[in-house]
């Protein structure tokens, strides 16, 4: 008998499904796009959960639980949504994942999705086999985790591991958490695609464009990269004099351009590391869009503790 728990990945434009095993297995897998508004998601959420319940049992294996990955800020102390921004209409205080696994009769997980992807890196992925990962997701924004020895380091206010929003430009441009100069006002694939538009390389360009015209070797476009490659390794050096992982794990879709970020990158963060920090290796993630899945199924895996408080 496998054991093995659901996980899902909660994000603005789909929702991903699976059934993963303690080894990072993914043993069935099921997407779709995320509807409109929350009830309506939720409704979907629900039916792909009682599918995998219902395959689980089939296949015999032994089902440990329920594993939400939100992409959005979530209480991880108090199991619920904080804040429903990129994921149309979900309330403040909703308990997502115990709601998808009323019933069932098994426990329930919620966390946010870059913490999921952090975990699934760090226990199956490119951070595997180190006991201190420092995860940073670059996609249209810029999400972050901490995980010591398998599990996430939430801190007090599930805040820990938001690189995305640190200041690291106090003058810099409006970011949307209300903040100004935020590392994801100058780095996510939104700042890359709204500099390619200031800079004149089309009207409607997007992150995705730009990053791919860099890789062509477009000048335009490479000094943009290289610019935001600047502030990423300066927020990382940052991170690593305050944290010191073993491993800087960089997912998402902006990392997808692999070594073209990567390379300015490790210089800018030569920088500001100091010592023996300036050694971090720095590289990018291995699951792909799995992660979100398989690291939600993860939180099942994990030690809770959100019951002994922050670890
Ligand atoms: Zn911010």
Not at 42 to 64: I, K, M
Not at 270 to 289: D, E, F, N
């Amino acid at each position: 008998m496998t054991a093995c728990a659901i996980g899902l990945d909660v994000g603005g434009t789909r929702l991903s499904a699976g059934l993963v095993d303690t080894r990072g297995a993914l043993l069935a897998h099921a997407q779709e796009s995320t509807p409109p508004d929350g009830p309506a998601a939720t409704n979907v959420l629900r039916r792909l959960t009682l599918e995998l319940a219902e395959r689980a049992r089939r296949g015999g294996h032994d089902l440990l639980g329920v594993g939400v990955g939100f992409g959005g800020p979530v209480d991880y102390g108090d199991q619920s949504i904080v804040m429903s921004h990129h994921v149309g209409g979900w309330e403040t205080g909703l308990k997502l994942a115990q709601q998808l696994a009323e019933g069932l009769g098994l426990p329930a997980m919620l966390d946010n999705d870059a913490n999921c992807g952090g975990l699934a890196e760090a226990l199956f992925g490119a951070g595997c086999g180190h006991r201190s990962v420092l995860y940073v997701n670059i996609g249209t924004g810029i999400g972050g985790a901490l995980v010591l020895a398998g599990r996430v380091h939430h801190g007090a206010h599930s805040i820990a591991g938001e690189l995305g929003h640190c200041v690291v430009k106090p003058d810099g441009p409006p970011c949307t958490c209300d903040k100004e100069g935020c590392l994801e006002a100058l780095a996510s694939g939104s700042a890359l695609g709204r500099e390619g538009r200031l800079a004149g390389l089309g009207q409607h360009i997007t992150g995705r464009e730009v990053a791919q015209l860099a890789l062509e070797g477009d000048a335009t476009a490479g000094r943009i990269v290289d610019e935001a490659a600047g502030w990423l390794g300066l927020a990382l050096g940052n991170a690593a004099n305050l944290w010191d992982p073993d491993v800087i794990v960089l997912g998402g879709g902006v990392a997808e351009m692999g070594e073209r970020l990567l390379e300015p990158t490790r210089r800018s963060y030569q920088r500001t590391a100091m010592l023996s920090a300036k050694a971090t290796p720095i590289v990018c993630a291995s699951l792909g869009y799995a992660a979100g899945v398989i690291g939600a199924a993860a939180l099942l895996f994990a030690p809770c503790d959100a019951a002994a408080g922050s670890a």
